[in-house]
């Protein structure tokens, strides 16, 4: 049974690979999403472009595990030299965009959903999201669904990981800031030129540390990313604006470090974007991770943003494939991960289920 999950899986990701599904719109994806759940026999409902189901034997006032991956894609980028619409196998590896980052972890959890899907007494319930956005944090992925399926108490995001056990992943604000001095004449004196005056302030951003630090995630990362003052060469501007992106480990909310840089940062203001791209974690002594460990599988913490940041829940990111290649030309998946990673994913859960 694994083994016919896990060859139905892989052909559906060369559907998924074979079709656009930039973020927002990933319509045609979720039509083959919805003829795989059919093939398998398994009732499902879509909510614009995610699709999801339950387990057949869903009883109330059990706890929920979400199994969560993502079926839209970045666009690619100019470097590759293979058809990135096209699967293409060669040497043990599929080639495709999307394939790695996340089509094979999307893939082998719904292999995974349909192992379980028909089996009774199980600890937990189950609830299966094939999401849309996630790659753009668009507002109609999965944390629009967090009011649609039920309440979840535990997660396994799939994104690649070598199917080692992140049990942290770092969250995400990004600001944006201005500096302002006195527009002037280049040909005048000035000594309030906002473009000098931003040597000191991004010194300050490139040496400020954040005091406390993360055992799973390590310090928070502060990088000043963009910049950009002045339309003519001979016009002192008024004004410089920086964007920062601030990556937070677990020992801070994203609220609290938006205070910390609007009380300290040598700017005029600084506001973020968006303080809802929370870090997130599991216990360590979590059965999900306890079950992972046994089985050989190392823990580290994840600097990079899933949709883990959308959970309030303890949530473990897991699944198979590398995330260097994320985003990379001519990404590609190994097909024997594929097969690993659904035979891991069901190892995990018969520990815990």
């Known amino acids: 049974m694994i083994e016919q999950l896990t060859n139905e899986a892989i052909a559906l990701l060369k559907n998924l690979i074979e079709t656009q599904s930039f973020s927002s719109e990933e319509n045609e994806t979720a039509l083959h999403i919805e003829a795989w759940f059919k093939q398998q026999n398994i009732d499902y409902k879509r909510t614009k472009n995610n699709v999801w189901a339950v387990n057949k034997h869903f009883a109330e006032g059990k706890p929920t595990l979400l199994l969560n991956s993502h079926h839209d894609t970045v666009k690619p980028n100019s470097a590759y030299t293979k058809d990135p619409f096209k699967a293409i196998v060669e040497d043990g590896k599929l080639f495709g965009l999307g394939s790695n980052d996340a089509g094979g972890c999307l893939v082998s959890l719904l292999a995974t959903f349909a192992y379980f899907y028909n089996k009774e007494n199980l600890k937990y319930n189950l609830v299966i999201v094939a999401s849309a956005e996630e790659e753009s944090s668009g507002p109609n992925g999965l944390n629009s669904m967090l009011s649609v399926i039920p309440k979840v108490d535990v997660a396994i995001v799939g994104e690649p990981t070598l199917m080692n056990l992140a049990v942290a992943e770092k969250g995400l604000v990004v600001f944006d800031a201005v500096l302002t001095g006195t527009p002037s004449h280049a040909a005048h004196p000035n000594n309030d030129n906002v473009i000098y005056k931003s040597i000191e302030a991004l010194q300050w951003f490139k040496d400020y540390k954040f005091d406390k630090g993360s055992e799973a995630l390590g310090d928070v990362k502060l990088t000043v990313s963009q910049i950009s003052a002045g339309k003519q060469h001979n016009a002192v501007p008024a004004d410089l604006k920086l964007v920062i992106d601030v990556r937070v480990n677990d020992a801070y909310s994203n609220a609290e470090i938006a205070e910390i840089l609007q ?39 994840s600097p990079t943003l899933s949709d883990q940041a959308v959970l309030s829940c303890p949530s473990l990111k897991l699944g198979p494939g590398d995330s260097t290649r994320s985003h990379s030309a001519d990404e590609f998946i190994y097909l024997n991960e594929i097969e690993e990673g659904v035979k891991i994913y069901i190892e995990l859960l018969e520990k815990v289920l």
Request: no cysteine.
């Open 263 to 301: 009380n300290e940062a040598p700017v005029t203001s600084i506001t973020p974007r968006s303080l809802r791209l929370n870090s997130s974690s599991i216990p360590v002594d979590h059965d999900l991770v306890k079950a992972g460990i046994a089985m050989g599988r190392e823990t580290y913490g």
